[in-house]
């Protein structure tokens, strides 16, 4: 399988910590997922992703990127890979538009499904697969029942994006799940501004405060909810990772069919697919 990290902030951040530094480091991972490597961030609302199919911890290019990026969204990816070849095609995060999206999980005999899942894809959409990873495919199915919501242009609510993630995964499930060996679908996904995370079968944690920040008495964006949770539902910081990092951040982990993200205004969102409800964090 792969490993994800994420993070909106409301300040532009560093990730050199998150991708090299700590011990268990997205870089560190690679050693166990060494098919490829990518990571996204957003320059003026607009995507940047570099992708390289190497092991991340031994890539120049991966020590470079790291070192420089600045952004306040940020989407990276080790790929261990289970359905596709080892190409620059098939390394995540995929975009399209502003659209970024990384997954971790696997589709049981992709290759039987393949066509069902590629005609779900909008006429319109699929001739942008280019690659041949189920991620990829799901991708586009996902955009697809985003645009049911308006153009992709614009940027969608979390509510909106939660709907098309549910018709998507139940659809796939539908198509693709076997008794004994259901889909995973865990995945994150961006336009820079609003970020959603999913997790379906492989395990995903989430950060949105530290016990201590280490630049408390020079950051001009400090606030409560920097160093404790949220009473307001508005956070600085909202991270995402298959693993906890070592480091100051507070992780809770989602447990399967879990949905959690923030909008445009920085606000956490939550819910289960199973549920309707989508929730404001701390609120009832």
């Known amino acids: 399988m792969c490993r994800l990290f994420g993070f909106r902030s409301v300040i532009p951040s560093q990730v050199h910590r998150s991708l090299l530094a700590a011990e268990n480091a997205l870089g560190v991972q690679s050693n166990q997922h060494p098919d490829g490597w990518g990571v996204a961030f957003y320059v003026d609302g607009s995507p940047h992703i570099t992708r390289n199919p190497t092991t991340a911890l031994g890539d120049t290019l991966f020590h470079r990127l790291s070192g420089v990026v600045s952004s306040e ?76 919501h308006g153009p992709l242009s614009r940027s969608l609510t979390l509510e909106e994006i939660v709907e098309a993630l549910r018709q998507t995964v139940s659809t796939i499930r539908s198509i693709c799940d076997e008794a004994s060996k259901p889909c995973l679908l865990t995945f994150m996904l961006t336009d820079g501004v609003t970020f959603l995370a999913a997790r379906g079968g492989k395990e995903l944690f989430w950060s949105t405060y530290k016990r ?46 879990d949905v959690v993200g923030v909008d445009h205004r920085m606000r956490v969102l939550f819910t289960n697919l199973e549920r309707k409800n989508l929730r404001v964090l701390n609120t009832a």
């Open 73 to 148: 969204t940020v989407l990276a990816h080790v790929r261990k890979a289970t359905q596709g070849d080892n190409s620059v095609l098939n390394c995540h995060p995929f975009q399209y538009g502003r659209w970024t999206f990384a997954h971790n999980g696997d589709v049981p005999n992709f290759s039987q499904h393949q066509q069902a899942l590629r005609n779900l894809i909008a006429p319109g959409l699929r001739r942008f697969v280019l690659g041949d990873t189920d991620s990829e495919v799901l991708f586009f199915i996902l955009l697809t029942n985003m645009s049911q």
């Open 212 to 257: 201590r920040c280490s630049e408390r008495n020079t950051c001009a964006s400090l606030s409560d909810e920097c160093e404790a949770p949220s009473k307001t539902g508005y956070v600085n910081h909202f991270i995402v990772s298959s693993e906890p990092l070592q480091g100051e951040n507070v992780w809770e982990e989602l447990d399967d069919g």
